[in-house]
């Protein structure tokens, strides 16, 4: 008969204790086993190092261990405990421990769960250091709090993820948690102005490509209306895929209504200048005309030249407005899509009576007949006839003008090219400066030196370029305008 020996119930279970700590001694994370009371009944080596508990003591512990937390978490931690027990599903929250070798704080991710251990109900509890991570995330977030521009981001849905305090501020939040899970229908702005917001996200999202400079408006929980200048950024994964947008703006409500102000100032006192003009000119043409009594020749040609110095200062006030609208908000009037090869022949056209009275070859060379692109045929007529005027003016007789328009990958291009005398190296680095009219004997551009440089306002506001190249005996002038204009890069 073989001998045995019989092993009492609570000596093997706590063998299989010990073999659950010995199991846990190895992680670099605390963990407890907890029964349903609260009891501490059983902790691995982890915990004894960190916070100095004797690794007999476990049993005269409760938990949450309220004795090596931070004042601020213990009513956070022992809620959530509470209901946990009565609800019997698992929790999760961020706390601080007391570490015992420093006697400092660190952050901790505790993790606990209803679990059968050794067949008895208990709660696993496992508490992770995340002090790094936490510090880092907190000083983001400190950074961002303090950035003088708002900023948030965003999910594929268009639900927020995340912002700074400004943002939240200015949606009405107190708090930047409470508009995760939201979206911008959940915020006071206009359906519209939503519609608008969302769309944009899903461009970005979808083309997986930056916008910048997005002028929008918001409406504020007061009701009252800002304007932003946005830029949007798509979020992207590990492996590439956008899984959100970034967005950030800076109110410039200030800016624009500064702009609007100095815009209808312009407009009136532009309205104040050439109306008594035109009506001076209108009455001068009665009496040239003979309307109001003969006039001999001498006094017809003095009205004539009253007249046209009129003319000179009406279209001196209109390109000057025109500059001002350039220079401040990027006004480009009536973009639409329009065949570049059949504008130039009009303009061409319109051009050659003068040129044949100067003795002056003009010509157009097109590589298509059909070449759409989106611009204003206005402002593109004002470029073109800017640059014919100046080598109208400095090509000799019998020389040569020519017009030529080429197509290229993105953009078309056209030159005005000449066999004038050429313009000095020098001068030519301020062709396009405001008010520069060349260095002394010599004039580039018409009347007071704002052709080119609204020449070059105009092409720089379709997203184009302007430059000029010159020897002795040649020169030629060069814009190009993209096929599409794209308002979101404004």
Known sequence: MKSGIRRRPEFIEAQKFDCLTSATDQLTDIVWTVRIDGQICCSNQYWHTFSGVPADSDCQQMFPPENYMHPSDVSKIKQLWQDAQKSNQPFTAELRFKRTCDQQYRWHLLRAWPATVLERQNWIVISTDVH????????????????????????????????????????????????????DYDNPSSKEENDFFVACDKRVMESGMP??????????????????????????????????????????????????????????????????????????????????????????????????????????????????????????????????????????????????????????????????????????????????????????????????????????????????PGIDPDDQKH?????????????????????????????EAHRGQISCESEPGYCKFSFSIPYHFNTVDA
Request: glycine share 6%; aromatic share 6%.
């Open 132 to 183: 790094h991570l936490k510090t880092v995330q907190n000083m983001f977030q400190l950074v961002m709090d303090n950035i003088p521009i708002s900023i948030f981001w965003k999910d594929r849905d268009s639900r927020y993820l995340g912002c700074n305090r400004m943002f939240a501020s200015d949606v009405g939040r107190s708090d930047t948690e409470q508009l995760i899970g939201k979206t």
């Open 211 to 420: 916008e910048y400079h997005i002028i929008e408006s918001q409406l504020r929980p007061e009701g009252k209306q800002a304007w932003l200048d946005t830029n949007k950024i798509p979020l992207q994964d590990a492996g590439g895929e956008t899984i959100g947008v970034l967005g950030m703006y800076e109110d410039i409500t200030d800016r624009v209504t500064i702009e609007q102000q100095r815009e209808d100032f312009i407009a009136t006192l532009t309205h104040d200048l050439k109306n008594p003009l035109l009506g001076t000119n209108r009455m001068l043409s009665l009496f040239m005309d003979g309307q109001l009594g003969t006039l001999n020749a001498k006094q017809k040609e003095i009205l004539a030249q009253v007249k046209e110095s009129n003319s000179v200062l009406i279209a001196m006030i209109q390109k000057l407005n025109d500059i001002y609208r350039y220079d401040t908000i990027k006004y480009i009037p009536d973009i639409e899509p329009l065949n570049i090869a059949k504008l130039l022949k009009e303009i061409i056209s319109e051009n050659k009576i003068i040129a044949r009275l100067k003795g002056i070859t003009l010509e157009l060379i097109a590589q298509e007949e059909n070449v759409i692109a989106d611009t204003s045929e206005l402002a593109f007529r004002r470029v073109v006839q800017n640059l014919l005027d100046n080598a109208l003016k400095f090509t000799p007789r019998a020389g040569q003008i020519t017009v030529c328009l080429r197509v290229e990958e993105h953009c078309v291009r056209v030159e005005v090219s000449d066999n004038g």
């Open 431 to 459: 062709l396009f400066d405001r008010f520069w009219q060349g260095s002394a004997g010599r004039k580039y551009s018409q009347s007071i030196g704002l052709g080119l440089y609204l020449s070059k306002k105009i092409v």
